[in-house]
């Protein structure tokens, strides 16, 4: 039994349509000779061109290639430091490199140009989502490949710019989302507490304006907490 292929369906339904199309082009396009005919050329190269672009196998081919070489684009990480996208997910949390805030070194003395400290609660310029903010770096700490990847439409990627880890609540209860975001991305709230998991293995609680570190903490962010907090 033969097969069918896509051009045969293709041409099996053209033509089965022919006859139906007609007899619109008849009834609606004009009452006189002359305005059927206008109607049923314009009616023509409307369809050639409709053809060449979204039932030209070529077409969608290279369509097909093109989105797929924009996946592969974001995805692909692998190459120059060794890491892959499905590597930086769980490194945001914690890592030994140093990355996304996670340097246990104490930031003393504290540069008067980053603005905000561990524990107060912030505000994505973009989401307008309200997170907390957990760590921070007087400039950018992050792998090559995901500098490339998250600025990879801006020429300036502000390396020297304070650089924060922040947490915001996830999908689900018990779910958070880890950010990592410079300074300009953040506006600083007070008098506002959000509900977001795992805080209290950073901080003791919340004053009223933003979230106490706990002692460990303390020791990595001195200068971020006031005296008599």
């Known amino acids: 039994m033969p097969q069918l292929t896509f051009t045969a369906v293709m041409q099996l339904v053209l033509l089965l349509s022919a006859f139906p199309a007609q007899y619109l082009i008849l009834k609606w396009s004009g009452s006189t000779p002359a305005q059927r005919f206008h109607s049923s050329a314009k009616f023509i190269h409307k369809w050639k061109e409709w053809r060449s672009s979204y039932l030209n196998v070529s077409v969608w081919s290279d369509w097909v290639k093109l989105q797929l070489s924009k996946v592969s684009s974001v995805f692909n990480m692998e190459e120059d430091d060794g890491y892959q996208l499905s590597d930086i997910e769980p490194m945001m949390f914690?890592?030994?490199?140093?990355?996304?805030?996670?340097?246990?070194?104490?930031?003393?003395?504290?540069?008067?140009?980053?603005?905000?400290?561990?524990?107060?609660?912030?505000?994505?310029?973009?989401?307008?989502?309200?997170?907390?903010?957990?760590?921070?770096?007087?400039?950018?700490?992050?792998?090559?490949?995901?500098?490339?990847?998250?600025?990879?439409?801006t020429e300036d990627v502000a390396a020297k710019t304070p650089h924060y880890k922040v947490f915001f609540s996830g999908p689900g209860?018990?779910?958070?989302?880890?950010?990592?975001?410079?300074?300009?991305?953040?506006?600083?709230?007070?008098?506002?507490?959000?509900?977001?998991?795992?805080?209290?293995?950073?901080?003791?609680?919340?004053?009223?304006?933003?979230?106490?570190?706990?002692?460990?903490?303390?020791?990595?962010?001195?200068?971020?907490?006031?005296?008599?907090s």
């Open 94 to 153: 914690d890592n030994d490199q140093g990355f996304f805030g996670a340097s246990k070194v104490a930031r003393s003395p504290r540069p008067p140009y980053v603005f905000l400290r561990v524990g107060e609660v912030v505000m994505d310029r973009r989401s307008h989502q309200i997170g907390v903010v957990v760590s921070w770096d007087t400039e950018l700490r992050a792998p090559t490949k995901w500098v490339d990847w998250v600025y990879r439409k």
């Open 173 to 228: 209860p018990h779910h958070i989302v880890v950010a990592y975001l410079p300074q300009t991305a953040l506006q600083r709230l007070t008098g506002t507490r959000p509900k977001i998991p795992n805080l209290d293995k950073f901080f003791t609680h919340f004053d009223g304006d933003r979230f106490v570190p706990k002692p460990w903490l303390r020791e990595i962010f001195p200068e971020d907490v006031d005296d008599g």
